[in-house]
């Protein structure tokens, strides 16, 4: 069975410098990692996705994520915060390639970006 | 990207009545739809998996006669709580797929429960 780990309930970053929300995972197989926004009263909005290829992946809104296969981790980065990124961040794990399958979502961590 | 609607985006009912809500693909053909819930400040628990034209099947600890479920075409799903209580309370998205490839889920802005 896979499951999501998002070790940080919160994590607060002043606007214009680096954030990282940590995520780490575990699957039988192969892994398919999401990440995922939420803003209040608000579904999910997709950020970038890791299925194969480059362990660098780049997203929406100038966030990406790095997949680390030996450490099993595919925290979310960004160079510089803004304000406006103050939100719920998910991270999510499928075990098939098919979006078909089931996802599994970790904890969440709100991201506090003050001005 | 895909955009996926539910219907209502906000619900308050008596205890013991039944609330439909509607999850729509509305530029696409979802072969597969999920039902999650959110309660307050935690994370989306899979409710269910449904396919067009199939029984859902639901994850443990879900019941099933309580939350029904049903997709009937490849753009529309229904969860229909039933005999509602206040802990049925929560906040509930879903999503869908289209068929196979490696393609990521995309989620409706969800619908807020409230019973009283």
């Known amino acids: 069975a896979q499951s999501v780990a998002q070790p940080e309930d919160q994590v607060n970053v002043a606007e214009g410098n680096p954030l990282t929300v940590k995520c780490t995972y575990s699957?039988?197989?192969?892994?398919?990692l999401f990440w995922y926004v939420q803003y209040p009263n608000r579904g999910l909005q997709f950020l970038l996705k890791?299925?194969?290829?480059?362990?660098l992946v780049k997203g929406s809104y100038g966030f990406e994520a790095e997949f680390n296969k030996s450490q099993t981790s595919f925290h979310l980065k960004k160079p510089s915060a803004l304000v406006s990124d103050s939100a719920l961040y998910f991270c999510?794990?499928?075990?098939?390639?098919?979006?078909?399958?089931?996802?599994?979502f970790g904890s969440g961590t709100r991201l506090s970006i003050r001005p | 990207g895909a955009v996926v609607s539910q219907h209502p985006s906000r619900v308050i009912c008596k205890s013991g009545t039944s609330v439909k809500i509607e999850c729509r693909s509305l530029?696409?053909?979802?072969?597969?739809m999920f039902w999650y819930r959110q309660f307050p400040k935690q994370s989306l628990m899979l409710m269910a998996t449904?396919?067009?034209?199939?029984?859902?099947?639901?994850e443990q600890g879900v019941e099933k006669d309580k939350f029904l479920i049903n997709h009937a075409s490849l753009t529309l799903s229904t969860l229909t709580v039933t005999s509602a209580h206040p802990e049925d309370s929560s906040f509930y998205i879903c999503?869908?797929?289209?068929?196979?490839?490696?393609?990521?889920?995309?989620f409706g802005p969800g619908t807020r429960l409230t019973v009283l």
């Open positions: 999503s869908a797929s289209s068929s196979g490839g490696t393609d990521t889920q995309y």
């Open positions: 699957v039988s197989g192969n892994p398919y």
């Open positions: 890791y299925i194969t290829g480059d362990n």
């Open positions: 999510a794990v499928r075990d098939s390639y098919s979006s078909a399958s089931k996802i599994i």
């Open positions: 530029d696409f053909q979802a072969t597969t």
């Open positions: 449904s396919n067009e034209g199939s029984k859902a099947t639901y």
